[in-house]
């Protein structure tokens, strides 16, 4: 499955997932003493006839820079209601996310498990575009229990900066 998934970013273009993997590992070799916070996350827009999904991968260490990678799904119909939307943009970040805790997250984790006692961590959060103020504000509970049901810390804003930041730049 991870074969078929495409990703790009703005200054390296398209990439496989092993790609990314690369990136990530690459990003917390060049410093593993630190601490990150891997977090991915889905925004979207309705756009006339079709809505427009970008599932984000960004990498933090923590004071000191991200990378980070998008991923584009474009559903052909304008989606009217906000459950399925919401809906729709957590189900595409779980799928990411369990392909991340089946296997890879142990692998980034490895490189860190050495510098563990000079601070090195890693966290692992999924990002929903919802919050207490708004629309959204009722479907916090459903969305983010279907992420904590996974094992995985969900934020809401202001804190979901993956979701409602960096891919929401993208899907206009």
């Given amino acids: 499955m991870t074969e078929t998934l495409l990703f790009y970013n703005i200054s390296e273009g398209n990439m496989s997932f092993q ?92 490189i860190l498990i050495p510098f563990s006692d000079e601070g090195a961590d890693l966290t692992f959060e999924i990002h929903l575009d919802i919050g207490r103020k708004g629309l959204t504000k009722d479907l916090i509970q459903e969305m983010t229990g279907r992420i904590q049901a996974m094992g995985i810390d969900a934020k809401i804003k202001p804190d979901s900066y993956t979701a409602f930041g960096y891919a929401n730049r993208y899907t206009k």
């Fill in 19 to 110: 790609r990314v993997m690369t990136r990530l590992k690459a990003f917390i070799q060049a410093d593993p003493r630190s601490e990150y916070v891997l977090s991915i996350g889905t925004d979207s827009h309705v756009h006339h006839k079709e809505t427009k999904f970008i599932t984000a991968i960004h990498l933090h260490r923590i004071g000191k820079g991200a990378w980070g990678c998008l991923k584009n799904m474009i559903i052909p119909r304008a989606i009217q209601s906000l459950h399925e939307k919401i809906s729709t943009e957590t189900a595409l970040s779980q799928e990411l996310a369990y392909i991340f805790t089946s296997k890879y997250l142990a692998e980034l984790s490895d």
